[in-house]
């Protein structure tokens, strides 16, 4: 997907990617890898565009196209699904 036109994201789901940012938020993001998706989890230290893409860059240095993202969690959303988990101690 990465040598795809880039798709531009609502203006609504770029907002909630800076405030992320701004308030160092940790995320876990569902990301579109051409066939498969994988999970990638940090903070948001950068939002930029290059060219006509725009992009993220993580805590760790990963670089991610936005039209690439799938979902993003807050990284304390994930903790309370397993909290209330059939099975999961309290």
């Known amino acids: 997907m990465s040598d795809a036109a880039y798709q531009p994201v609502e ?11 701004m308030r160092g938020t940790p995320c876990r993001l569902i990301v579109e890898t051409g066939d498969e998706c994988v999970e990638q989890a940090g903070r948001i230290s950068d939002l930029y565009t290059e060219g ?11 670089t991610i196209r936005l039209d690439h993202i799938v979902r993003i969690e807050q990284e304390e959303q994930k903790a309370k699904e397993e909290a209330h ?6």
């Open 11 to 21: 203006c609504r789901f770029y907002d909630e990617l800076g405030l992320r940012m």
């Open 52 to 62: 006509t893409a725009e992009y993220i860059r993580l805590d760790g240095g990963t």
């Open 85 to 90: 988990q059939p099975g999961a101690t309290p």
